[in-house]
Nanobody
Framework: QVQLVESGGGSVQAGGSLRLSCAASGDTNSQYLLGWFRQAPGKEREGVAGISTFGTLGYADSVKDRFTISRDNAKNTLYLQMNSLKPEDTAMYFC??????????????????????WGQGTQVTVSS
């Protein structure tokens, strides 16, 4: 079992920045993959960024060069630094954890099916 608790969401104007954090606890074998996903009202949940234990990174094209994912394995904490925020980034952001994949599908770091445990989410609202 893994417990995930997100923090750091809020409201910001376009062009601003926010830093999300996700505190993880529990089975470390199930934290091989850590990722950030988001879901806007009426839309499907989409992968934003993911990172493996050994630092392999994956980003959605829409956030590349604006968002940076990182993890502190000693603190069991995942981060998402979000810069140059846009109104279209408005969504509920979720932290997720998953075990080492048995099959490495294309863009596995951004697939919801790669993850088993999910946090409750933190709201990010970007106004124009």
């Amino acid at each position: 079992q893994v417990q995930l608790v997100e923090s750091g969401g809020g409201s910001v104007q376009a062009g601003g920045s926010l830093r999300l954090s996700c505190a993880a606890s529990g089975d470390t074998n199930s934290q091989y993959l850590l990722g950030w996903f988001r879901q806007a009202p009426g839309k499907e949940r989409e992968g934003v960024a993911g990172i493996s234990t050994f630092g392999t990174l994956g980003y959605a094209d829409s956030v590349k060069d604006r968002f940076t994912i990182s993890r502190d394995n000693a603190k069991n904490t995942l981060y998402l630094q979000m810069n140059s925020l846009k109104p279209e980034d408005t969504a509920m952001y979720f932290c997720a954890a998953g075990p080492r994949p048995t099959i490495y599908y294309l863009r596995y770091l951004l697939r919801t099916s790669s993850y088993v445990y999910w946090g409750q989410g933190t709201q990010v609202t970007v106004s124009s």
